[in-house]
């Protein structure tokens, strides 16, 4: 009776957060009258909800009051053995973490994997008239067959698809690898599909052309997402995100104002073919990293704009560049990272490519920075792992994810070669306005990959999907809880502010030797006691790692700010070089100590349970 009760209670808590949404329920692929809910069925009923023999529910999934919310389970494998079919509006989404305050996104992903030799989702309504349906697909892992399909490895799109937090991997196809998007707009066909990606990964997808996406416009726009190891053929065009067909003159300024065709803050790299995308009228490529490819970078072809304007009862026909690429870093592929048609009219603006003064259709305020001999990355192995250690050479950090992230990057680095900060390639050379018009089109993303706000200089940002932020009140606190006898090791690497520390030679350089005579240790350290006098003995490695080692066996706290400098903060005023991180090391005897509660409730959960679940319902009402 008391689980009974208990239960209940936390139903009328919690309950109602998941009310209205269709569960799945089981992990089988099947279609059959039962009272259990399979992800095929659950389609299936959102598919014909309209019609009144399926209002109370398809095959165990919904009922009148059921939402267009699909809910997996997290970290389950869903198999299908054929398509799912979508023709009407849907959210397909991975259920939200039951741990408190848990906002971890993309990395408990339900996965959806075809069993079979088809791809996973054909969303089509049927209809090339009627308004598109909104179809999302939130934190997903789509898994295609080892099967070559036609049209779309793993989605085959003719309505407005978003998809967020996922992973598309191991599609392949003729067109499409990952996704076909279909559909070409004109006087006769009034929708096409389009698609948003956002903070996803696509990865090891395979197509003939189009290793990830194959669209018949340019209806798509890719943002904080990487795209990395996808393969189209080499030798007949293959591009990795090839579009057919531009927009036409009636349609090119929407899009460029709207800047809803295109790439933004995205990470591009370890791709094989003859190019990553092909460039059509009406695109928008901004802060992008497109770097290390086995393939070249962009094909641009995108003719002239022509648009009319009436004044004073005068008509006027005005040519202008129908797509931009801008504040980007374009740079160490394989083939060139520019090749164009004689036409193209793309303006490549503020971006860093390999080749020595670049120039195609670009302002004298917006100027393109070179490669020269500056060496790209800086250590790991094939461009992934450890960066390097200052003073290094390499512009950017192999690639890396941090921990409890989806999304890794290749941060920036700040050299301690560079007298001043506008030595940099990258840090401070995107543009924002910076020919001191109102023009929109060079602005940079006000948010990078990882989300963070851009520069708050009112003309400046970093080249590429990263920038660097210093923001002193986001150090976490650091430190460890030990007992007799043990010693503390814990890492500051988060609390570096997008930094490296420094290294010795150049603690010594930058501030002369010691006033105690020892060695520096790396990022100049520096021990500041707060609330206590110090109680131990601290050292640290070149990434950051830290380890403690306490006075004896003393029982309490040893509070201190354990102080560094690195390669972005001593470019601030003398007074600046220091990021403080508080410290906190606690120390107690080992606990021997034995419970002998006697478990009288019946179940796993006791009063003092009951007690706090109480508690939690007078703090939810209070807080309301």
Not at 144 to 170: C, F, P, W
Not at 171 to 196: P, V, W
């Amino acid at each position: 009776m008391l689980k009974r009760t208990l239960a209940c209670a936390l139903f009328a808590v919690t309950g109602h957060v998941y009310s209205a949404d269709i569960q799945v329920t089981t992990l089988v692929d099947e279609d059959k009258d039962d009272t259990v809910c399979s992800l095929r069925e659950a389609v299936e009923f959102l598919n014909k909800r309209s019609q009144t023999a399926f209002e109370n529910g398809y095959h165990g999934c919904g009922d009148k009051e059921a939402s267009s919310n699909i809910v997996l389970k997290r970290d389950q494998i869903y198999q299908l053995n054929s398509a799912l079919n979508i023709k009407a509006a849907m959210t397909i989404n991975t259920a939200a973490s039951e741990i408190f305050n848990d906002d971890k996104k993309g990395l408990n992903n339900a996965t959806i994997k075809m069993a079979g030799t088809d791809r996973i989702f054909v969303i089509d309504d049927a209809s090339i008239e009627n308004s598109l349906i909104s179809v999302n697909l939130i934190e997903l892992n789509l898994q295609g067959s080892s099967t070559k399909v036609n049209d779309g490895g793993l989605i085959l799109n003719r309505e407005a698809l978003s998809i967020q937090y996922s992973r598309l991997i191991g599609g392949h196809s003729n067109k499409g690898g990952a996704i076909y998007n279909a559909g070409i707009l004109s006087d006769a066909q009034k929708t096409a599909g389009t698609l948003t990606i956002s903070n996803s990964i696509l990865q090891n997808n395979k197509a003939d052309q189009g290793a990830v996406l194959y669209s018949e416009m340019p209806l798509y726009l890719i943002s904080q997402t990487v795209i990395r190891d996808n393969e189209s053929l080499t030798g007949t065009n293959g591009v990795v995100l090839y579009v057919q067909t531009g927009f036409t003159d009636n349609t090119i300024g929407s899009a460029l104002s709207n800047r809803s065709a295109g790439l933004r803050n995205s990470t591009i790299f370890h791709n094989i073919g003859d190019y990553i995308a092909n460039i059509r009228e009406g695109m928008f490529l901004n802060n992008i990293t497109l770097i290390k490819n086995k393939s070249g970078g962009l094909y641009l072809q995108a003719s002239k704009w022509k648009y009319t304007t009436t004044s004073d009862g005068e008509t006027k026909t005005t040519e202008a560049p129908s797509s931009y690429i801008s504040n980007s870093i374009i740079a160490g592929n394989t083939g060139s990272d520019f090749d164009y048609m004689a036409d193209d009219a793309t303006v490549v603006q503020s971006t860093l490519t390999t080749v020595e003064d670049f120039r195609h259709n670009t302002p004298s305020e917006r100027p393109n920075f070179a490669l020269n001999t500056n060496k790209l990355v800086a250590g790991g192995v094939n461009d992934e792992g450890v960066c390097d250690a200052p003073p290094a050479d390499g512009l950017l950090c192999p690639y890396a994810t941090p921990k409890d992230k989806m999304l890794g990057f290749f941060k920036p680095r700040l050299l301690m070669s560079y007298k001043k900060l506008s030595d940099s390639l990258i840090v401070n050379k995107g543009r924002i306005y910076s020919d001191g018009s109102s023009i929109g089109l060079a602005s940079c993303e006000t948010t990078d990959q990882k989300g963070n706000s851009r520069s708050g200089y009112d003309e400046l940002c970093d080249l590429g999907a990263i920038e660097l932020v210093v923001n002193r009140s986001e150090v976490p606190i650091a430190g460890q809880s030990i007992l007799y006898g043990e010693t503390a090791k814990f890492s500051i690497a988060d609390s570096l502010l997008d930094g490296e520390l420094l290294d010795p030679t150049s603690c010594e350089q930058f501030l002369g030797k010691r006033s105690d005579g020892q060695a520096w240790q790396p990022g100049c350290l520096d021990i500041q006691q707060t609330a206590t006098p110090s109680k131990g003995k601290l050292t640290i490695d070149q990434e950051g790692n830290v380890v403690y080692a306490p006075d004896g066996d003393w029982h309490g706290a040893d509070k201190f700010n354990l102080r560094v400098i690195t390669t972005t903060t001593r470019f601030n005023d003398v007074s600046n070089y220091y990021i403080n991180i508080p410290t906190t090391i606690i120390q107690d005897p080992p606990n021997n100590f034995k419970s002998k509660t006697v478990n009288v409730s019946g179940g796993g959960i006791g009063f003092s349970a009951i007690l706090m679940l109480l508690g939690l319902v007078g703090f939810r009402r209070f807080k309301s």
